[in-house]
């Protein structure tokens, strides 16, 4: 209907393709409308744990459902496993949909599976979707960016910590003086916390952690870069959540302060003040 209205034609999914499709944070009102017409196209759907019951439930009952999640800590698919399974079902003449939370091409190996899939030769196409890190501050009230407060934002994964094979320049992203968000962060959050304190951050630093964002069982803690890891602590926060530090977080502060602003997409749950 709206795709009737908007003279949008819904791509076509061809037998023995694999399109990887960004499922959006979590609520279902954050999918694309291609990612719907791709998921109601599935012969075989190879999703994450990430992935809301009620988005699966749009693939047709005959789909083959394959649930190969990732997801930290816990005892997960091995990525070549994912790979060969993409290729098994595509190579069986099927329709595959590789269903990943938010954008397949943030943090989510999309692009390890779109190189393994044009090396075995099979045809794959990126469908967007909204990525947690900024629909997921968005509903949280937090801008990703305000002018006059920030002039970049740096999208980084927490599991770089120090001491990680791929740990980041922690104290090169405190000197940038840009707000942080920070995917996967929870497990690693006091060496992250610790190392930008190190670079020279303000523990002043508004600082704020997301979780479960854009669903009905979102919770946000707002704290400072000081205080974020106990205020998490307390409030019993868990992943999946999204971390931002810098300025923008204060923004969000004084945006709920307006009798005004209707507190965008904060279904309930509480909330630490600043300090
Ligand atoms: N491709 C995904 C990210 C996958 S990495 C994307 O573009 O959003 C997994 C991390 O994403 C989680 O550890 C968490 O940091 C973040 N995440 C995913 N969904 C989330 C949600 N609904 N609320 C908060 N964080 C979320």
């Known amino acids: ?52 019951p009620r988005i699966l439930a749009l693939a047709p009952e005959s789909a083959t459902r394959l649930f190969m999640g990732k997801r930290g800590g816990r005892p997960s698919a091995r990525q070549a496993d994912i790979i060969a399974a993409l290729i098994r079902e595509a190579r069986l003449g099927r329709r595959v949909v590789r269903l990943k939370g938010g954008d397949p091409f943030v943090f989510g190996r999309g692009a390890e599976e779109a190189l393994a899939l044009a090396d075995a030769g099979i045809p794959c196409r990126i469908v967007p979707g909204l990525t947690a890190g900024l629909a997921g501050l968005a509903a949280a009230g937090i801008p990703a960016t305000q002018r006059g407060v920030n002039q970049a934002v740096v999208l980084a994964t927490g599991h770089a910590a120090a001491g990680a094979e791929d740990a980041l320049d922690w104290a090169a992203l405190a000197r940038l003086g840009q707000p942080l968000v920070l995917y996967m962060a929870m497990r690693r959050l006091p060496e992250v916390a610790a190392a930008l304190l190190r670079g020279g951050l303000p523990p002043g630093t508004p600082a704020a952690a997301v979780a479960e964002a854009t669903t009905p069982r979102q919770r946000k803690v707002v704290s400072t870069l000081g205080n974020i890891v106990d205020a998490v602590r ?36 509480p909330e630490a003040g600043l300090g």
């Open 1 to 52: 209907m709206l795709e009737a209205l908007l003279g949008h034609r819904p791509p076509v999914l061809p037998p023995g393709h694999v399109w990887l499709v960004g499922a959006g944070p979590g609520d279902p009102g954050q999918l694309t409308l291609d990612a719907v017409a791709a998921i109601a196209q599935a012969e075989a759907l190879v999703h994450d744990d990430l992935v809301d």
């Open 234 to 269: 307390r409030a019993g926060l868990a992943a999946p959540a999204i971390v931002v530090i810098g300025g923008v977080v204060a923004t969000a502060a004084a945006l709920a302060q307006r009798p005004m602003a209707d507190s965008p997409g904060q279904p309930g749950g």
